[in-house]
């Protein structure tokens, strides 16, 4: 479309906010971008985008944009310079470092938004692996590391993503997630309510277990809301009395090893215990095991909920036991396992070693968490900063003033080191304590085909797009910062045969889609290609031994752990995603009417004995810390849950709350979920 003097064009492309990667439709007039809309004609998104993924648009026009590259000057002022002079600056002083105090004194953090930009997710990782250094930490044990420890304890094999058959299933349970607003938890819901109410439809049955009457909840057929942090209770008396009555014994006695051992795990378990401990009716719980027993499989997904809690690995054990015993993983009408498009088109012809790479020895300072991964976790960042074992930091699309426990001594720590250099699209408030802020392209400017994620997709398929608009103001793309860092420092990121002054992003991204189901032109003309909507057995057939292990000790001694452990007293901090923004990113975007708010959740009962109103003005204390924010009354909440968003800044920091010293010593993961507090009005 032509107007005079300027030129509107209309662009097909998709979101890389979340990963459900949303297809698009972006107007710009020139160098501006007019609107964005979900874009009708593609398959998998049909038409939805969400409030984030139209504020593309907003994001690449932010007034606090990240330009170019910016140095911090002898008196303390972060100043703008040119690239070269910035990353000359920042090499010698990274090779200073290891130089002085070895390899491991450069760290590296890449979180949520590296792993939306391909090329420089994957050529970033190729930069750390120069590196060769072992303080390697992702977002991964902030929010998840109970998913993969159980895949690889139960399957042999880390990256396995269950993902319910929305075709077939007809008893879907979702716990602890709700995917109408955060669009999945290690797999994707694009057009969540559309998806939801399918699985809810022509008698099927959804229930979500969750302390709040969340989004999702409200498109349930049944809610069950326990108390905070019990859900691992209620999850061993269902595996115990399927294991009685509903199993698929012929299954598990040919597909599966531990079922003597998962029965004494969960037998000091009962019905009476539930109640007591998740507050929940008899009624409601023999409700769901009547459900279980009606149908023949049943499809049962976990989120943050659950993973940040205390009893995370427990309760995804358990999960993963209940699912099986009902031989319903990898198996029609139950859960499927994306095996990929791109990167892992092999995966099912391979025999997997443990996927979980385990670093050996625990990062000095804090010897008590464990090394898994290939990273440290990242509740060590700080001691490892404290202790001197950590004096250089390069962090890629991750906010962790935002993210991590403890924001006020993290930036004490943050303030101390010799480098800080960040790559981000946004001044945050890390980049307000970078030695070196590198202004990088926002998802408009570059092309992408998911590399990483395509096995979070709703269908074994993926996507290509090319950018959108020019790179503006300075911005350069990761993977071209980090190959020039490389070249200053011997460390080979692009391969030796591509010429770095020329390539293209999309011979970058035929190169690393070289191996994919289909070729890279099909991907580039269609934009998106399913291969098929689904796909079953390839796990069963890989697995070791050719059976699932339902009982790995270390579980069953964490099982044993929480039945000697008093519940927690009192109110309970729960986390809750908010609609508009993604962790910390698009918090401050559009309009301020239209932004969420760090509102906290309170039951109007709970509010009503602390004298507390609605809208009004609220300290929330836990052992740890204290928070201030606005409380919000919410009879949809369960009495003495206390729903806190994350990613807001300052006085309304929830990871104040946190304790890193706190952690899941399987995993190190630090517990965000069924903290207790306390609550106090505050003077408006
Ligand atoms: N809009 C938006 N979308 C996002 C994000 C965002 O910030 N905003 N973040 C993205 C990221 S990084 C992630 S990891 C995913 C997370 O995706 P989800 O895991 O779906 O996250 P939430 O939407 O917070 O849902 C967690 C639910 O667990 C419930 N809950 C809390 N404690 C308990 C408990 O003890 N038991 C049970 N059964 N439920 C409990 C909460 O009430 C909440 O409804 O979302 C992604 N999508
Ligand atoms: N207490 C508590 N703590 C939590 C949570 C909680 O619920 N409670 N949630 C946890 C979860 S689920 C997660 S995943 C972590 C998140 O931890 P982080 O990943 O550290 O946090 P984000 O805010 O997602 O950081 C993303 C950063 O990338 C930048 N960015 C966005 N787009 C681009 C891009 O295209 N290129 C580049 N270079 N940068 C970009 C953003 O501006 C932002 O600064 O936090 C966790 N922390
Ligand atoms: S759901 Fe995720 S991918 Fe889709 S528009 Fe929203 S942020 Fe973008
Ligand atoms: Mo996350």
């Not at 979702?174 to 969540?192: E, T, Y």
């Not at 279980?292 to 809690?309: F, I």
């Not at 300072?365 to 950590?390: C, H, K, N, T, Y």
């Not at 293209?504 to 889609?513: F, G, W």
Request: glycine fraction near 10%; charge should be negative; charged fraction near 25%.
């Amino acid at each position: 479309m032509w107007r005079w003097g300027c030129e509107v064009q209309e662009q097909r492309t998709f979101c890389r906010i979340c990963s459900a990667a949303c297809a698009l439709v972006v107007t710009t007039d020139g160098e501006r971008v007019v609107s964005v809309r979900g874009d009708v004609d593609d398959a998998t998104s049909r038409g939805y985008a969400c409030s984030k993924g139209r504020s593309v648009g907003a994001l690449h026009h932010h007034p606090r944009r990240l330009d170019g590259a910016s140095l911090r000057d002898a008196g303390g002022t972060l100043t703008p310079v040119g690239w070269d002079e910035c990353l000359d600056d920042l090499a010698e002083r990274i090779a200073g470092v290891q130089a002085a105090h070895g390899r491991d004194a450069v760290g590296v953090y890449m979180a949520t938004a590296s792993t939306f930009d391909s090329l420089g997710a994957r050529y970033g990782a190729r930069f750390a692996q120069g590196l060769a250094t072992r303080n390697r930490y992702s977002a991964v044990t902030l929010d998840s590391p109970s998913k993969p420890l159980v895949a690889e304890l139960m399957a042999g094999r880390g990256d396995l993503l269950p993902a319910v058959d929305l075709e077939r299933a007809t008893l879907s349970i979702f716990i602890g997630v709700n995917p109408v607003v955060s669009h999945g938890h290690f797999n994707a819901f694009p057009d969540p309510v559309t998806r939801i109410r399918h699985l809810a439809s022509e008698g099927r049955e959804v229930w979500v277990i969750d302390p709040r009457s969340t989004e999702t909840a409200q498109l349930a057929t049944w809610h069950l809301q326990p108390r905070p942090g019990t859900d691992w209770v209620l999850l061993a008396h269902l595996v115990r009395e399927i294991l009685s009555d509903g199993a698929e014994h012929g299954y598990l006695d040919g597909k599966a090893s531990g079922l003597d051992e998962l029965r004494r795990a969960v037998a000091p378990v009962d019905r009476a215990m539930v109640v007591d401990r998740t507050g929940l009716a008899e009624a409601e719980i023999d409700g769901l095991l009547a459900a279980l027993r009606r149908h023949e499989r049943v499809a049962a997904q976990t989120g943050t909920g659950v993973s940040m809690g205390v009893a995370a690995n427990v309760a995804e054990w358990l999960t993963w036991a209940l699912q099986i015993a009902k031989k319903s993983y990898d198996q029609p009408g139950g859960m499927w396992f994306n095996p990929g498009f791109v990167t892992c088109h092999d995966r099912r012809k391979v025999t997997p070693g443990p996927a979980v790479a385990d670093l050996g020895t625990p990062a000095p300072s804090r010897p008590d968490l464990p090394a898994r991964m290939g990273e440290f976790p990242s509740a060590a960042l700080v001691d490892q900063i404290e202790e001197g074992e950590v004096r250089a930091l390069i962090v890629f699309g991750g906010n962790p003033l935002s993210s991590f426990p403890e924001p006020e001594r993290l930036a004490a720590a943050l303030g101390s080191l010799e480098v800080l250099a960040v790559l981000d699209v946004i001044e945050t408030e890390t980049v307000e304590l970078a030695s070196h802020a590198l202004g990088c392209t926002d998802p408009l400017e570059r092309a992408d085909v998911p590399l990483l994620l395509d096995q979070f997709l709703p269908e074994v398929g993926s996507r290509y797009t090319p950018a959108v608009v020019a790179p503006s103001a300075g911005h350069r793309h990761a993977w071209q910062i980090f190959h020039d860092l490389g070249a200053r420092l011997d460390i080979e990121v692009l391969p030796a045969d591509v010429d770095p002054a020329t390539v293209t992003e999309d011979e970058l991204l035929a190169r690393l889609t070289a191996r994919a189901r289909r070729p890279f032109e099909e991907l580039r003309e269609k934009r998106l290609v399913v291969d098929e909507p689904s796909t079953f057995g390839w796990v069963e057939a890989s697995l070791p031994d050719g059976r699932w292990r339902l009982a790995p000790p270390d579980l069953v001694a964490q099982l044993e752990g929480l039945l000697e452990r008093a519940p927690d007293p009192g109110l309970l901090l729960i986390p809750r995603r908010q609609p508009r923004h993604m962790n910390s990113l698009l918090r401050d975007a559009g309009a301020s009417d239209r932004r969420d708010r760090p509102e906290v959740l309170v039951h109007p009962l709970d509010a009503a004995e602390l004298g507390l109103g609605d809208g009004q003005p609220v300290a929330v204390r836990s052992g740890h810390g204290h928070l201030h924010g606005v409380s919000r009354l919410d009879d949809g909440l369960r009495r003495g849950a206390v729903s806190v968003p994350h990613g807001w800044p300052g006085d309304a920091h929830v990871g104040r709350l946190i304790c890193g010293a706190e952690c899941d010593p399987l995993t190190g993961m630090v517990r965000s979920s069924g903290v207790p507090v306390t609550l106090e009005p505050l003077d408006a």
